[in-house]
């Protein structure tokens, strides 16, 4: 089974609502990334939280972390069209040998209604 | 800044050529990594490079795929003979530190491989 895991795989809301987006992982994780996808583009960062902190916010973006639950959750508040994308969640594992690589969950796709 | 670049933005190719797509780092980044998704599924590590040393290729799901970093600066990755099941987005990414120490890889605007 993969490392992240995002909840729930797709996710359609009207503009102004807020979105939540949860992942799961299975390994202890240095940080945990969020990142975003637009419709045939690159990914865009959009906020890294450390294996030491619990919320962080970043403009309508809020980040929560919980490392007893091994989950993290992703709030869009005041949602607009142009967020619909992809989002993704990728944990940097805690690797002896190795730990800068990024495993990605599937994502949730994100679709706001005007 | 520049962010990170690749090129280019997508290729076609029938079974059994050759292709080579390049990614440009942000400048002063020594980690560089290849990323892809195939068939719309998760987007998976490949390798990755410091400076101009492989780190990490145990994501390398062949020797059909060699990666290259010459100089330490931009890196190409080939793949030969190519495959359908090679078709996906493969994405570039650089970062200043290694991501343990809490530091964020930035991505490329990925190469959209087509095998026919």
């Known amino acids: 089974s993969q490392q992240g895991e995002e909840d729930p795989q797709a996710l359609s809301i009207q503009e102004g609502e807020n979105a939540t987006m949860n992942c799961s992982y299975k390994?202890?994780?240095?940080?945990l990334q969020w990142y975003r996808q637009n419709s045939g583009r690159g990914l865009v960062h959009l906020i890294l939280?450390?294996?030491?902190?619990r919320e962080k916010h970043s403009g309508r973006l809020r980040v929560t972390l919980d490392t007893s639950k091994k989950s993290s959750s992703l709030l869009i508040t005041a949602s607009r069209a142009a967020d619909t994308a992809s989002y993704f969640c990728?944990?940097?594992?805690?690797?002896?040998?190795?730990?800068?690589?990024?495993?990605f969950g599937e994502g949730t796709q994100l679709t706001v209604n005007p | 800044e520049a962010g990170v670049t690749q090129f280019p933005s997508h290729s076609v190719i029938e079974k059994g050529q050759t292709v080579t797509l390049r990614c440009d780092p942000i400048?002063?980044?020594?980690?560089l990594y290849w990323y892809r998704r195939v068939m719309g599924k998760e987007i998976k590590f490949l390798l990755h490079?410091?400076?101009?040393?492989?780190?990490?290729e145990s994501g390398m799901p062949n020797n059909r795929f060699l990666a290259e970093r010459t100089g330490g600066t931009y890196s190409t990755l080939k793949v030969q003979p190519a495959e359908l099941e090679d078709s996906g987005v493969y994405f570039c990414?650089?970062?200043?530190?290694?991501?343990?120490?809490?530091?964020?890889?930035?991505f490329g605007p990925g190469t959209r491989l087509t095998v026919l």
């Open positions: 990414a650089s970062s200043l530190r290694l991501a343990g120490y809490g530091d964020t890889q930035y």
């Open positions: 390994t202890s994780i240095n940080n």
């Open positions: 939280i450390r294996s030491n902190e």
């Open positions: 990728a944990t940097d594992a805690r690797v002896e040998t190795s730990g800068s690589r990024l495993t």
């Open positions: 400048s002063g980044h020594d980690n």
């Open positions: 490079f410091v400076k101009e040393s492989k780190q990490d």
